[in-house]
């Protein structure tokens, strides 16, 4: 098991009352396994992504991610945590502005000195090529499409071999065609021993081999491993 | 492996490169407060320095000169305007009877021309090598003999038109040598005894220039320099001297005294600089302050994206610490730059309007006044960033990640 939480709460005040964000979750998947959660907007979907990436604090509950506790974390570990074993894919844009589709995928992984550079640099050269993105490995991101910024968020994600991926709506707004790109890149990185937990409203997220989970008002039902698409 | 400060710094210079315009309005605060510095500390040094070197120099605690010229001979001393009064020698011994005296020496000033008869408008002065403690230890210092009759020493900032000889009145005057440079009005000025003196003041052109022969050299004096015993009152004696000739064409100021024009004018404009500074101070960094803390919030969702990744809150801090760094450093390079450009090419304006004799280019002080407003120009960099750094640091990841305000 990679990921379990128990009995997981986070709560919320919002106009003076109060609100369980996250309430009494409880959670597990396997390494290599690919989970998809969906939910209505402010489900919880994202609090829950921010608490299992040790960027949130629970209220209550326990998170352990590899054998490890990440409630007992300090605040240090935890950014060790998501700088070598958890890749946290935000939603919407989350490319840095003023760096290049190169720089964009390393510089942040280098800061963290958690990696070795010139390795993540070889890395970032491979992923590129993978995403078809070697035309633009010099470009700003305010020159890409939408679908080409969430093409180097998910490069960025696995640039550093991470154990598990989050990825919080990673196809919102994409075509058809970039939709089928990243998933089938997700799908592939599964296969190949990688964890990925995306969010998503996108119902062709739901591909054979996908575990489906459904979240709603902070709490999570498990609904179904999907066989096949018939069955689904 | 690239270490992590490099590419904290690569990162903040990135960020400065792609926003030209904050970046170059920031540097643009921290330039205008740096070329305050530099110019006005520059200026009041240069005035002070001039001051201190020219009492240094000078040596006499009290200076005695014709009833109102004491402005004249402070002009004298401290611009090198030229000045040429005399009182009669008779005084001399009258004055250095008196009690609390140690030493005395007199001086005569002539003034050369601008005219044909002349190589220049010079100051001459003229010394008596017997009781002299003013120029006489300084050529011994250097090496050099007393001038004889017909010679001359010069200051290290006249040019003559040749090198050995320069012309008084019409008639050519041995130069046997040029002093090292003082930075005080010295250095525009001529050196002889009074044998010169009188060789000029008897030939044609002294003359022609001021009609009827003036009387012997040896019996006018312009000034008489006095030195007080150890322990005793300047401020004091020069009282006493004063009362004692009362009613004579003659009176006695303390060295302070006679300068205290000049004090007072360096006094202004170091207050007038302090205040300069205190209000630019303020202008910067209220400035900077704002430009950091409202970009600071534009880019509160880049830190969410960075700190996503892992990277932590103290290097996060840390690329907004190196932006005002390399803002401040930069600023403040820029502008001891212009500033050293400005005061090359405006020296003789500035000098003029302000009435300051030399402008102090030292190297080693330019350079000791550059890294003083390096390191201000930095710091009130470093201090503008330092509550967005705090800000950062201090926020929850997921407010940042939100991109709450800071």
């Not at chain 1, 993540?120 to 491979?126: F, G, I, N, R, V």
């Not at chain 1, 058809?176 to 990688?194: A, P, V």
């Not at chain 2, 402070?74 to 009064?85: I, K, N, Q, V």
């Amino acid at each position: 098991m990679i990921l379990q939480t128990k009995d997981l709460t986070k709560t919320y005040q919002r106009q003076g009352q109060q609100f369980d964000a996250v309430s009494h979750v409880t959670f597990s998947m396997e390494k290599g396994e690919m989970v998809v959660l969906t939910g209505p907007s402010g489900c919880g979907k994202s609090t829950f992504f921010h608490l299992i990436s040790g960027i949130t604090v629970p209220d209550s509950g326990e998170i352990i991610f590899d054998g490890e506790k990440i409630t007992s974390l300090t605040p240090q570990q935890k950014t060790t945590l998501r700088a070598s074993k958890i890749s946290y894919i935000l939603q919407g844009d989350s490319l840095l502005p003023n760096f290049t589709v190169l720089e964009n995928i390393c510089l942040p992984h280098q800061l963290s000195n958690v990696t070795n550079p010139e390795e993540l640099s070889s890395k970032a050269m491979e992923l590129i090529q993978e995403f078809g993105l070697e035309k633009l490995t010099n470009d700003y991101p305010t020159n890409l499409s939408g679908g080409e910024r969430r093409r180097v968020a998910i490069a960025r994600a696995f640039v550093h071999n991470p154990l598990m991926v989050v990825a919080d709506e990673p196809t919102s707004d994409l075509d058809e065609e970039n939709t089928k790109i990243i998933l089938d890149y997700f799908q592939k990185q599964s296969s190949l021993g990688k964890s990925i937990l995306i969010s998503t409203h996108d119902l062709s997220c739901l591909r054979p081999g996908v575990t489906h989970y459904i979240m709603r008002k902070g709490s999570m039902k498990f609904e179904n491993h999907i066989e096949s698409l018939a069955k689904n | 492996m690239k270490s992590t400060s490099s590419i904290v710094c690569r990162m903040a210079t990135k960020n400065l490169q792609r926003r030209p315009v904050r970046t170059l309005c920031m540097m643009f605060f921290v330039f205008m407060l740096s070329t305050s510095l530099f110019c006005s500390s520059v200026l009041v040094d240069s005035m002070q320095g001039t001051l201190q070197k020219t009492t240094d120099r000078l040596g006499a605690d009290i200076i005695v000169v014709p009833e109102e010229y004491e402005r004249e001979m402070a002009d004298s001393l401290f611009l090198g305007e030229l000045c040429s009064f005399t009182f009669d020698r008779e005084w001399v011994d009258v004055v250095s009877n008196l009690d609390g005296i140690q030493e005395c020496t007199t001086q005569m000033y002539m003034a050369s021309l601008a005219a044909d008869c002349c190589s220049a408008a010079t100051q001459m002065i003229i010394f008596d090598p017997e009781t002299d403690f003013i120029v006489t230890p300084w050529l011994e210092q250097d090496g050099l003999a007393l001038p004889q009759k017909g010679e001359l020493y010069i200051g290290a900032l006249i040019n003559p038109p040749e090198p050995d000889s320069i012309k008084f009145f019409g008639e050519n005057y041995h130069i046997i040598g040029q002093l090292e440079r003082t930075n005080t009005s010295y250095d525009t000025c001529v050196f002889m005894t009074v044998e010169t003196a009188q060789e000029i003041m008897d030939s044609e052109g002294w003359a022609a220039a001021f009609g009827e022969p003036t009387s012997a050299a040896a019996d006018l004096v312009s000034s008489m320099m006095i030195r007080v015993e150890d322990g005793a009152d300047a401020k004091a004696i020069a009282r006493e001297i004063n009362y004692s000739i009362e009613g004579a064409p003659i009176s006695a100021y303390t060295t302070n005294g006679i300068f205290s024009g000049v004090i007072s004018s360096v006094e202004s404009m170091t207050g007038y600089s302090s205040v300069l500074m205190v209000l630019m101070l303020v202008l910067v960094i209220t400035a900077l302050l704002s430009v950091f803390t409202i970009t600071i919030n534009e880019r509160t969702s880049e830190f969410g994206v960075l700190a996503s990744l892992g990277v932590s809150s103290p290097k996060l801090a840390g690329i907004v610490l190196t932006e005002g760094t390399i803002i401040g450093f930069l600023g403040g390079f820029f502008g001891i730059c212009i500033s050293v450009v400005a005061l090359i090419l405006f020296s003789t304006p500035i000098q003029v309007k302000l009435s300051i004799p030399q402008l102090n280019t030292e190297i080693s002080y330019l350079l000791v006044l550059s890294a003083k407003c390096i390191f201000l120009s930095v710091a009130v960099s470093l201090l503008s960033s330092l509550y967005s750094t705090w800000k950062v640091s201090r926020t929850k990841l997921d407010g940042l990640i939100k991109g709450e305000e800071l």
